[in-house]
T-cell receptor, first 116, second 112 residues
């Protein structure tokens, strides 16, 4: 998984609680991404980061926030978890987001989140 | 708005068959088209990718065919094996951008 770890790998939480997922990389890549995967929707981008403290929204960012204080760590926070946020969350990294060569994205193993 | 449409949703073939997965896109600014393979419980893994300046790219048993005028591209798996059973995603990206847009995925089953 290209030097990418995600924690926790599984989590069950209750509606209304805050949840933070962590992505850690050892590749020193500049770009990091958070996706969610749901049946029939493929992978949808939540937020991404193009450097330390530099982040931008994806197509499904409502209810999520991110932070990146170090190159190697990208945190995804569900401010108040809802059942619609039950999903599998994947982190991805790329060396350079704006080029095909070097812009390839590599994915972590995923976190399965269940909101009851 | 789904910018990359993938079909079929699921596909079953016999060992040795040639499954074909198709994708169509709308954004003419897309110029990088990767395919990802995902096994259950794992993250997607980059399989093969193509730029629109070529019509075909082969890597081992995997081939991408690209039709720029039709805005379509497809993945062919030659001599498919049970170990190829997985979910396959097509994707597209603008070189000037940093986001991948994914298709909905195709669950492939190769029977022995």
């Amino acid at each position: 998984d290209a030097g990418i770890t995600q924690s926790p790998r599984h989590k069950v939480t209750e509606t209304g609680t805050p949840v933070t997922l962590r992505c850690h990389q050892t590749e020193n890549h500049r770009y990091m991404y958070w996706y969610r995967q749901d049946p029939g929707h493929g992978l949808r981008l939540i937020h991404y980061s193009y450097g330390v403290k530099d982040t931008d929204k994806g197509e499904v960012s409502d209810g999520y926030s991110v932070s990146r204080s170090k190159t190697e760590d990208f945190l995804l926070t569900l401010e108040s978890a809802t059942s619609s946020q039950t999903s599998v969350y994947f982190c991805a990294i790329s060396e350079s987001g704006r080029r095909a060569v070097g812009g390839e994205q590599y994915f972590g193993p995923g976190t399965r989140l269940t909101v009851t | 708005q789904q910018q990359v449409k993938q079909s079929p949703q699921s596909l079953i073939v016999q060992k040795g068959g040639i499954p074909i997965i198709n994708c169509a896109y709308e954004n003419t600014a897309f110029d990088y088209f990767p395919w990802y393979q995902q096994f259950p419980g794992k993250g997607p893994a980059l399989l093969i990718a193509i730029r629109p300046d070529v019509s075909e790219k082969k890597e081992g048993r995997f081939t991408i065919s690209f039709n720029k005028s039709a805005k379509q591209f497809s993945l062919h798996i030659m001599d498919s094996q049970p170990g190829d059973s997985a979910t396959y995603f097509c994707a597209a990206k603008e070189t000037s951008g940093s986001r991948l847009t994914f298709g909905e995925g195709t669950q492939l089953t190769v029977n022995p």
